[in-house]
């Protein structure tokens, strides 16, 4: 483990992935003491290598693991001051082809797995009475996004943005904040979802809908998290990053 630089740690599950990285990298810059928890062992051993940070493996569909990992950081770090829960998965998918086992997959590592952390997360924070900050990466596929890889993604990051809300509401009492950041497609890995042989440019046909004609970047999103993380007054908001596809 690394040394604490400052009081308790920044946790970002799905910290190896394209998103997960640069928001880890921002957070770091600003000196904050970032643990990057993440499925992919060797991933996260690598990025926190090169950050010179820490790492946890963690599967967020498991609440033993979830709480066997932050056990492990609150050990180390003493406490988690705040929360990036960014892990997600999808894949392209028309709406009658998806299954009971493909919704479940998402379901449980975009959805369950954003309430386990927060309640493992949550309740140390509520406990230590020195509040907190949460920051959920959902998506615009849940505010309704036509280009969306498919439904039951949307529906697993529609139930990301209504927890938001309402533990926005239960979290207060306790000065834990809680927001939701929105990317639109990102240039990342994931955006390859859409990139199947059937699917032959729909990805070009994507940014051409995007207002600015650009997919966002990872440290596009980072940005926003940084800024939601700190931000002393907001709470049960989301922030689109998608370059104007949607307004709400
Ligand atoms: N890339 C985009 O265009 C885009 C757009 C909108 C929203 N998002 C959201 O942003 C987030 C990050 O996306 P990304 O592009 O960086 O994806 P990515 O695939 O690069 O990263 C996802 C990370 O989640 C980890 N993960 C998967 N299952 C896990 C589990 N059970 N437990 C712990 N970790 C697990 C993976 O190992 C991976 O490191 C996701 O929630 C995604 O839905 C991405």
Redesign the pocket.
């Known amino acids: 483990m690394s040394t604490t630089r400052h009081e308790g740690a920044y946790l970002v ?9 640069a928001i880890c990298e921002r957070l770091v810059d600003m000196g904050l003491s970032v643990v990057v ?4 062992a060797q ?2 051993e690598d990025v926190a290598g090169r950050l010179k940070c820490d790492y946890v493996t ?4 498991d609440r033993a693991s979830v709480d066997a990992a932050v056990e492990t950081v609150v050990q180390e770090h003493s406490a988690i001051r705040g929360v990036v ?6 894949r392209l998918m028309d709406f009658f082809e998806i299954s009971t086992e493909d919704w479940n997959w998402m379901m ?3 959805a369950l ?1 954003t309430m386990h952390v927060m309640q493992a997360v949550g309740s140390r924070m509520r406990d230590a009475g020195a509040g907190g900050s949460i920051v959920n ?5 849940g505010k309704g996004y036509r280009q969306t890889s498919n439904a039951a ?1 949307a529906a697993t ?1 529609g139930a990301v943005l209504a927890l938001t809300k309402v533990a926005a509401i239960q979290l207060a009492p306790f000065d834990i904040r809680v927001n939701a950041v ?10 390859n979802v859409h990139n199947t042989p059937e699917a032959q440019g729909r990805i070009a046909e994507m940014v051409e809908h995007v207002p600015l004609r650009r ?2 970047e ?1 440290s596009d ?1 980072a940005a926003a998290v940084a800024y939601l993380l700190m931000a002393n007054a907001v709470t049960g908001q989301s922030m689109n990053v998608d370059g104007g596809l949607v307004f709400d």
């Open positions: 599950t799905g910290g190896a992935g394209a998103i997960g990285t928890a993440d499925a992919n991933a996260a963690v599967d967020l569909r829960n960014c892990a997600g998965v999808t449980d590592i975009n797995g990466v959902a998506s615009i596929a993604y990051k929105c990317p639109g497609p990102t240039n990342s890995p994931l955006l997919f966002s990872p999103i």
